[in-house]
């Protein structure tokens, strides 16, 4: 019988041997006492009938709060030490030479060009004789991913070390990364990146001439790019998964490099000469020099033809401090105008596009900043409003959002047809020369 139905007939049959009228607490007590205790033997009765009620493993441990110091300091020692451990597991200098060694010898004739060649059968002797941190890299599912045309089915030697190099410096920098991971979520919180950053300038030679006055402000603007482009919701953290997945550790470890090109640390939004670049550019722009940047003092930047109304609804969105944008704002900005392409940057300016915040951008929303020519560039699903995803979707998304928001490039391509003839004049005119 259901527990339900006992406690119905229990309630409706009357007490025996008194003949007192029981009062309505009473009552209720005695009811939340019958359901007390049917309901434990129901719920009792329901564990005991399940079989793999007790084979379930857990799978959901608390995090210790802030003030069980005690557990807290466990934890993370605990995660020291398994961290440790991950790093031993991993091939050192004198390992991957011995490696290297051994591809060499095994390799198999002929030679494409100069480079080495191995085919499968000695491929797994190397396994063998590599050791066991090599084991996880002599697969049938690596050699097969390495295999491209070779007509005798070998691999590129140089190829498969650089395979097992790439895999140990991800690992080794997972572990690097991991140790400022101080939640031990797999997530890297703004903090704990900057101090990843900071601690990592001293062994970046490229940095060697940055001042360590200027070592926060080199820090804001390396950890800005990872956000910006890694953190599109702002929750305000990383996956330590997603740093590894882009470029731009390996753009920030190149500054390793002592002999980096100017070509490259010019394009390198890291390197010294960029992060000077930038936060001069600020500095030039702060006029009344009070560290924040005013609609009108932002107004010049670039080639200062910004149109007044997407400057308006710049500060109308972004974060501002009484009306002024700071520093870590401002590298918002920047990113994003200097990456159009992007669609983290066509998402940061879509939302001050969107004036009506819709989620989409119509005819209204359009003539607010140009005309209804922008449509037919996009070619858009719906013909009345313009989704993010048509904005990427049409390859013209830097085109579009340089004509509605920078004056210059609205000359630009209201001319783009002028100015075609005029470079081939020019050329012509050097031909006849």
Known sequence: ???????????????????????????????????TKYYSEWKGDRKNTNKFYKTIPRFYYRLPAEDEVLLQKLREESRAVFLQRKSRELLDNEELQNLWFLLDKHQ?????????????????????????????????????????????GRISIMQFFNYVMRKVWLHQTRIGLSLYDVAGQGYLRESDLENYILELIPTLPQLDGLEKSFYSFYVCTAVRKFFFFLDPLRTGKIKIQDILACSFLDDLLELRDEELSKE??????????????????????????????????????GTATMTNVFLDRVFQECLTYDGEMDYKTYLDFVLALENRKEPAALQYIFKLLDIE??????????????????????????????????????????????????????????????????????????DDT
Request: glycine fraction near 4%; include cysteine.
């Open 1 to 35: 019988m259901d527990w339900k139905e006992i406690l119905r007939r229990r309630l409706e049959t009357p007490s025996t041997g008194t003949n007192k009228k029981k009062s309505e607490q009473e009552l209720k007590d005695e009811e939340m006492d019958l359901f």
């Open 108 to 152: 198999t004739p002929p030679m494409i060009g100069e480079e080495a060649m191995i085919n499968y059968e000695n491929f797994l002797k190397v396994g063998e004789k590599a050791g066991p941190k090599c084991k996880q890299f002599f697969t049938a599912k690596v050699f097969a991913k390495l295999l491209h045309t070779d007509s005798y």
């Open 264 to 301: 490259s640390q010019e394009t390198n939004w890291f390197s010294a000469p960029s992060a000077l670049r930038v936060y001069g550019q600020y500095l030039n722009l702060d006029k009344d020099h009070n560290g924040m940047l005013s609609k009108e003092e932002l107004s010049r930047y």
């Open 357 to 430: 915040n819709k989620g989409y951008l119509n005819v209204f929303s359009l003539n607010y900043f140009f005309r209804d020519e922008i449509f037919d560039m996009v070619k858009p699903k719906d013909p009345l409003k313009i989704s993010l995803q048509d904005l990427i979707n049409s390859n013209q998304g830097d085109t579009v959002t340089t004509i509605l928001i920078d004056l210059n490039g609205f000359w630009t391509y209201e001319n783009r047809e002028a100015l075609v003839a005029n470079d081939s004049e020019n050329s012509s005119d050097l």
